[in-house]
């Protein structure tokens, strides 16, 4: 099986080289490189290539085109049953067998997500990189129960290539790997995430930062929810599989307001609320939810509240050992009971106010 990397570069080249000497060390012997220049190099892009372009191969646009068309145009170019996207801003490991890893992962299936943790650089960079935790257990736990997903991280992925052809490439749009898998998913198309492939992604180091990464974030969130409810008749063909998706987040919430309304057994409220409303992060829908789980708990008193971060912290930990990602007890408190509910308070803003609060996005799709 021959895999084709395909990796895009816009105006900095971050862990170009570092990307490129990994997989150049890499074993497996069936592979390609392709590297795609989005608008026009420079000196640190050339710095970072030089020592390997007789070794890859590199095409440049001249003019900036977007990601979705440089890695469209990519696609063609390559010869590889297996396509592996990465982002240039992606460390990955020190494992010279790492793409054979991939090749034996993604078997019997049509796409495959790598797990990713965040780049802690800063306390900023480290509070915010649990969201790349909750997001990387829900991935997990959907594939494992569902083998299909609703949502995608495009920074690192493979997808057979007549999969990628057949699903149309990916759409010209704010949140092309979301697109994707709405469309895979459309197409009932096999989903795994592995978290034995895991590679390391650079998260914001301060508000400026995060706050572009949310505007582009929430513009995708939104159009993800409006396709689906442009086709809705064909998401109903698949409600089964979307209303055990929808459940398995909320259910435990549910159980737990009903337990709470009928005075029975509040103090599971943290296992059952806390936890569910981390996992559904990722669907812009749970912050609201999860302030008034906060509440909730506050009201029956400092036993059932503490009771709750036991819980959580437990339940986080052990699922950070399992995917081998850091863990800190106070930056993990800082994040549940400060930045998370925080969120609330910046999607109000941003869908009340809307362009009022939304910064320059430096995005091209056409």
């Known amino acids: 099986m021959r895999i084709s990397v395909l990796i895009p570069v816009y105006r900095e080249p971050k862990f170009l080289a570092d990307i490129l000497a990994k997989l150049l060390k890499n074993t497996y012997p069936d592979k390609e490189i392709l590297v795609i220049i989005d608008g026009q190099t420079n000196r640190e892009i050339e710095q970072a290539l030089e020592p390997y372009r007789n070794k890859v191969r590199v095409y440049e646009n001249g003019a900036r085109r977007g990601k979705a068309n440089s890695l469209n145009f990519l696609s063609e170019q390559a010869t590889g049953e297996v396509l592996l996207f990465l982002d240039n801003d992606v460390e ?6 790492f793409l054979s890893q991939l090749s034996q992962e993604i078997a019997g299936y049509d796409l495959l997500e790598l797990s990713k943790e965040a780049i802690a650089q800063n306390f900023f960079s480290r509070i ?17 129960i569902f083998r299909k997903s609703l949502f995608l991280s495009g920074a690192a992925f493979a997808i057979r290539k007549e999969t990628f052809q057949q699903l149309g490439k990916f759409s010209r749009v704010i949140s092309e790997d979301w697109d994707l898998m709405l469309k895979a998913f459309r197409a009932r198309k096999s989903y795994w995430f592995s978290p034995r492939l895991k590679v390391k992604t650079m998260t914001p180091t301060n508000f400026e930062e995060w706050l572009q990464q949310r505007n ?3 513009l995708g969130m939104s159009y993800w929810w409006q396709e689906i409810l442009k086709d809705i008749r064909l998401y109903l063909k698949s409600l089964p599989i979307i209303m055990n998706i929808l459940l398995f987040a909320f259910f435990p919430a549910l159980v737990g307001l009903l337990l709470l309304r009928i005075h029975f057994f509040s103090w599971i409220l943290p296992l059952l609320i806390l936890i569910s409303q981390h996992l559904t992060a990722h ?11 906060l ?8 036993g059932p509240f503490l009771v709750s971060l036991v819980i959580s912290v437990t339940t986080f930990f052990i699922f950070s050992r399992l ?12 994040y549940s009971l400060g930045y998370f509910p925080f969120l609330l308070f910046f999607y109000i ?16 799709m056409e």
């Open 323 to 334: 995917l081998k990602f850091r863990f800190s007890l106070w930056e993990y408190l800082l």
């Open 283 to 293: 669907v812009g829908v749970s912050s609201g939810l999860y302030l008034l789980s």
């Open 349 to 364: 803003l941003y869908f009340v106010l809307g362009k009022l609060l939304q910064p320059g996005l430096d995005w091209q």
């Open 128 to 144: 915010t990189s649990y969201d790349f935790l909750s997001g990387s257990i829900l991935c997990l736990l959907v594939s494992r």
């Open 92 to 97: 990955l490991p020190e494992e010279e067998n």
């Open 295 to 302: 509440i909730g708990l506050l009201l029956q008193g400092a």
């Open 216 to 218: 582009r974030w929430a």
